[in-house]
């Protein structure tokens, strides 16, 4: 079967979706949050096919999230590092854990604690607004088209109505 591309659609979850593509993903870069560099680490790990998890990581090197780097000349070996590019995921994976630990934790509580060393408190993420740093809810919020939405599409009605009030 194959899988329809969003990485052109004007919409940055779609593109983003495009790129993860699949939960893997999302799963090997938590495993490189959580300090795992090599591959047998990430396939220990997770338990992931080692074909997989090579396509998962090229896929990574491929779009910036993570580069290759030599930790052994020979043989020739090589461990995984985020990127910043990759780094900045790090808030969209906290998300999702925020989200996971509210609906899903059940009677036992969460699975996993986010410490923030820097205050040494426990914590949790929450989006705010950037300006009034204001919890962001989605009853608060609308859409506008921005620069990069295609003009093409902008005149559609059914655009047009997903972006009036």
């Not at 999302?26 to 998890?53: C, H, K």
């Not at 043989?75 to 630990?101: C, I, Q, S």
């Not at 962001?136 to 972006?163: H, I, N, T």
Request: aromatic share 10%.
């Amino acid at each position: 079967m194959r899988r329809t591309s969003f990485a052109n659609w004007p919409c940055s979850i779609a593109r983003t979706m495009d790129l993860l593509g699949d939960w893997w993903t999302p799963l090997v870069l938590r495993e490189a949050f959580y300090g795992i560099r090599r591959f047998d680490e990430f396939q220990e790990s997770l338990g992931i096919a080692r074909n997989t998890l090579t396509d998962r990581l090229r896929r990574l090197v491929d779009e910036g999230l993570m580069e290759k780097q030599p930790y052994q000349s020979v043989p020739v070996r090589y461990h995984y590092v985020l990127t910043e590019k990759g780094r900045d995921f790090y808030g969209v994976l906290a998300a999702m854990n925020r989200w996971g630990d509210r609906w899903l934790s059940g009677d036992k509580g969460v699975p996993v604690v986010i410490h923030h060393d820097r205050c040494g408190h426990d914590t949790h993420p929450e989006v705010v607004c950037a300006t009034c740093k204001e919890p962001l809810r989605s009853e608060e919020v609308s859409k506008r088209m921005g620069p990069g939405y295609p003009p093409r599409l902008a005149e559609r009605p059914d655009v047009q109505r997903r972006f009036s009030g």
